[in-house]
């Protein structure tokens, strides 16, 4: 009897995980919470192999009624930043991952400086290429929306800075 007893109590028990499991998933909004202008991602490659690259995504909106703070796009997230106080345009900044010389030695010391590799967290959303989701706090609550059809700009490189002189 007390057997049976116990399995109950972990049935209720694993059935009432599952479902809290489902409620804490984040919901993406069926409606835009605010209307959105042109929404595209450029990627950019500096003049100087220190520089990097990387792939800025701009949002503009049209009304300033929220305030959008992160975004998800191609397996990443960042905090979105506002570009000036005056405009309704932010930006997501991805800076891509270098392949950096690891130093392979048999002093502890040396292979100390070597740095940990970047893994990126698993999201809890599933996106294409051309699409990102926006975080953003109403009420209190955070919200997320997706965005569909993000278009893609022409790439920059910059130029490399000008031979040093000797």
């Known amino acids: 009897m007390r057997l049976i007893k116990h399995t109950l109590y972990l049935i209720a028990l694993l059935v009432m995980l599952g479902f809290y499991q489902c409620s804490s998933a984040q919901k993406l909004q069926e ?23 990387g792939t800025n995504v701009f949002i503009t909106v049209k009304e300033d009624k929220i305030a959008l703070d992160s975004i998800y796009f191609r397996g990443q997230g960042v905090k979105l930043e506002r570009l000036e106080k005056d405009t309704l345009v932010y930006v997501g900044r991805f800076k891509s991952t270098q392949n950096k010389d690891i130093v ?57 800075p000008p031979p040093k002189k000797d």
């Open 31 to 53: 409606k835009a919470p605010v209307n959105f202008g042109e929404v595209y991602y450029q990627t950019w490659n500096a003049g100087v192999k220190e520089g990097g690259s």
């Open 104 to 160: 392979l030695s048999s002093e502890m010391n040396e292979e100390h400086k070597n740095q940990l590799p970047y893994l990126p967290s698993q999201l809890p959303f599933k996106l294409e290429n051309d699409e990102c989701v926006i975080t953003y706090k109403q009420h209190g609550k955070t919200n997320y929306y997706k965005i569909s059809n993000i278009i893609e700009k022409p790439t920059l490189n910059y130029p490399s």
